[in-house]
């Protein structure tokens, strides 16, 4: 290994300005008010970086120590880091390399720099190659020094053991030890940028492609949403947790009146309330767990409810009670517990943790906490949504993608009747009211027609799971839990056979897709993003079933999960010459910012852009991103009905 540390600003340039690709990585220790923290130095509000290692040849790196307490550190280093950000971060001919690229490009933003493309985040590649046949690396697989261990044989010490309890601003920088692990990393990456891209090109071209174009400029996009964080208006949490609080209280004493004080604990699933439920009161068991006991879970709270109502009409109270109980426990423990536990000391705001590569379709996971799983108005008494709001001078903008996963349906499937729909900028829900129902398209776009309501629910419910292969039987419960409806099962398989009928196009495609499946056992995104499917060999009905549903829904969820990033790919481009707008979540389809209120017109219209552009020459569906704007993310105006008010004021 040649590994050296440098710290004249020539040699620095001299190693570092060139052509080829550059691996990098950060070493970061906590500030001083922040030393006893636990992470802080993986905190970009709470640390700083102590030093940067780089690498052009494998086996050869170089360290640059920036603020170590003893040694030599880097000189001119705001000349160096003007010189890095040209040369090598924002340099858009230059491939700049990291593992986790989120964390490097977090600590980069925070000094005002945007990695832009080309760039290379081996921890996704990582993640897109196989370590055994239909099974690709998870992220806990894709450690580097787990790596570095299987694929090199590299005994690479752990952080742990080279610091022995340090920060690692206090190691000597010209120490072997200290400039040997910094310039490791560096060094590994490079290899496996190498040795990961030479496996693409044997195996799985496309990967290297949405490597490359799509993950890690998305990581780029993570850190940023990392670094600024989510605001919160504390205030109101508190005065919503001291609500909940007493909603709780007297939900639980009218069920204590019910069931004589019977422990339900925090979330009525104790063994003393089933024993209540099925010895005292004597209900049959509807379903059990996995273990063959008796369950009380959701839907089996919801199945004793509907026995009751025609058996025991007496208890139904109880069961609309516990499931108003387990809803605000849930509200108060997730949404207001929870959240007030992640906000940060040093910005009060929450800061979670993006994996774009969190699902296996490539869209994204969220947790520390899952902000993802926010809930919409229609189910939040308490208004979570709320809680995030804008501060003193801004304002929260979304870009939500409007009906994305029917649109790819629509390009992916080739039904004339949909692809119409969509190219016309028609209905789509109304048009598959006509279908179903056998009704004219004025009767089910007429707001004042019969059954308009109901009919359009079922619809829209169809839409939203037709396209991965909707059962009879699990329309049926869909329209019951989703909304509200309690429709016959034979009408169910009515509603699917007509809309089959009145969508050719689409169970062609599923039927073919189904046999290709089987034959390839994978599925794949219009890109190449593939998901192995071996369930479709097995002689078991759950599993094929599941896997030929995973067949159906991987190109859609999969295909519109790749747009997204190839939005945020093209938002991170655009970024450096708008360092006001801050991305702060992204939600499902959406994407959430917070800039300045005179910006507005400007962001919407870059980021519309953005997310509209065709993503690919064949895909003939028009894309839409619906803006809205607002002070609290509860509480948002459409960007139409906004740019109508401003007109008449």
Known sequence: MEYRCLTDLDQIKEYVDNDRPIAFDFETSPNELYRREDK??????????VGISFSVDEGDAIYVPLTHDSGTNAEQQDELWAFLKTSVFENKSRVKIAHNLAFEAMFLYAKGIIVQQPCYDTIAAAQLTLKAPYEFRTLHDSRLKLLAIQLYGADKPSFEKVTNGRHFDEMYPQEYETIRYACADSDYTLRLYYRFNAWFNSYLPQHRVIVEQLESPTAVYCGMMKYNGVPVDRVLMQRKNAEATSKIDIIKS???????????GANASTAAFKKYLYETLGLPVLKTTEKNKEAADDAAMQMLMDWCEKHKPEYVRLFELIQEYRKWGKLKSTYIDGYFSHINDETYRIHPDFMPLGTETGRFAARNPNLQNCPRKTNDPIGVRNFI?????NILMSLDFSQIELRV????????????????????HAQTTSVIFNVPFEVAVDKNAPDYKEHRTIAKNCNFGVFYGLFPKGLQQTLKFKAGLDTPLDRCRAIIANLKAGYPGLTKWQEETKKRAQITCYAETWLGRRRYLPGMLSDDWGRHSFAERCALNTPIQGTAADILKAACARIVAGLPERMWLKPLLQIHDELVFELPIDKLDEAVEFVKACMEQQPYPEFDVPIVAEAAIGLRFGNMTEWEDFIREREQV
């Open 40 to 49: 802080a130095a993986l905190d970009a509000h709470k640390a700083h970086i």
């Open 254 to 264: 009218e069920i204590d009146s019910i069931t004589g004080g019977v422990n339900i």
């Open 389 to 393: 709001c804008a501060t003193s001078g």
């Open 409 to 428: 349906g629509a390009f992916y499937c080739r039904d004339e009747k949909m692809l119409e729909t969509y190219r016309s900028g028609g209905d789509i």
